[in-house]
């Protein structure tokens, strides 16, 4: 599928092919298909005219960025492949989503601050929130106030997606069913499940963060792969955005924390910052603790024994399209 098509196909509202492959059969065209229709949906987000401060804006560079997220992920599957320029697609998709990383940033802080203020709301006889949003929603201005050109820059940037997808229907990848996949899923669950132990270990801020890079990769090989037995392996990536959400929940807590710390005045008394720090802290307690219950009961298998049984899993997937095939 040509890059002209597959834009002028989303363009005009086809659907988007989901992010998990249908079939165990030709993996090496349908694996980069989805990453060409990923690439075409993060353009058409782009490029969509709204206004400069609606929800659609940030709704838009929100799911952009998890298309990078996305692609990468592919990338790091397919880190051992010959004729993939692992490095370089990487840090190109990198910097592109920390380009959009401050306006995503602000516009997080404001759905933190909201969360924050209903879950605490009945537990406060002063709820210190609503001056807090103020405060945040100003630093958005600010932020967007330092993209006078936005538009024009995610015009660019969907531009250059163009250029990327001609790239990855170069890749030379042959198809090899699992064995395509069998080394960057060991990798990806073996860091997740090492950086659970660390965070078990140390539970700073910092390996929380790393930990829910790697859960992301794990959750979006975990859907790739899903079809090869639905009922297992689509609760099992459920259960990994569950972890992801609390994850990233906290990892919002540490911006928040870090803004707080740079310039405690901006957002209250000493008395009313105080009270904050204490209310985020009790927080992080809360989400990281739900986090590492859960992370121990999906890290629980061994790196090798979970990649055969997903291994296994393909097999059977390869025999039931023989079996269909012959009928």
């Known amino acids: 599928m040509r890059t002209h098509t597959l834009f002028a196909s ?25 990453v060409c229709e990923c690439m075409s949906d993060a353009a058409v987000q782009l490029t969509q ?11 838009a560079i929100h799911e952009t960025r998890k298309h990078f997220k996305e692609i990468r992920a592919v990338l790091r599957l397919l880190r051992a492949e010959p ?4 490095d370089s697609e990487n840090s190109w998709f990198r910097e592109q989503a920390r380009s959009l990383a401050t306006l995503r940033d602000a516009k997080a802080m404001l759905e ?41 820059e995610l015009a660019a940037m969907a531009k250059a997606l163009l250029v990327a997808q001609s790239r990855v229907q170069d890749w030379p990848l042959q198809d090899k069913g699992f064995a395509l996949f069998h080394e960057g899923l060991l990798t990806s669950y073996r860091a997740a499940r090492s950086h659970c132990r660390k965070c078990h270990a140390n539970p700073q801020s910092a390996n929380f963060h790393t930990w829910r890079k790697w859960i992301k990769t794990h959750l979006y090989h975990t859907q790739l792969l899903s079809a090869a037995w639905p009922g297992e392996l689509e609760n099992r990536t459920q259960a990994l955005k569950m972890l992801a959400d609390l994850l990233g929940d906290d990892h919002d807590l540490s911006v928040l924390e870090a803004q707080i710390e740079q310039a405690p005045k901006h957002f209250g008394s000493r008395g009313e910052v105080g009270q904050l720090r204490k209310l985020l802290a009790q927080r992080h307690h809360q989400l990281r603790s739900k986090a590492l219950a859960l992370g121990g009961r999906l890290y629980a298998e061994k790196p090798k024994a979970h990649i055969h049984r997903l291994e296994s899993y393909w097999a059977c997937w390869v025999n039931d399209a023989k079996t269909l095939q012959s009928v």
């Open 49 to 59: 005219k709204r206004k400069h401060k609606s929800k659609g804006l940030h709704e």
């Open 112 to 152: 933190t601050c909201d969360k924050l203020s209903a879950f605490f709301a009945k537990q406060l006889d002063h709820d210190p929130f609503p001056a807090l949003h103020r405060k945040l929603d100003a630093r958005l201005d600010v932020v967007l106030a330092e993209h006078p050109q936005l538009g024009k």
């Open 83 to 86: 004729g993939v320029n692992f």
């Open 10 to 34: 989303i363009s005009e509202g086809a659907l988007i092919m989901p992010y998990r492959l249908d079939s165990p059969r030709h993996t090496n065209d349908k694996i980069k298909q989805i």
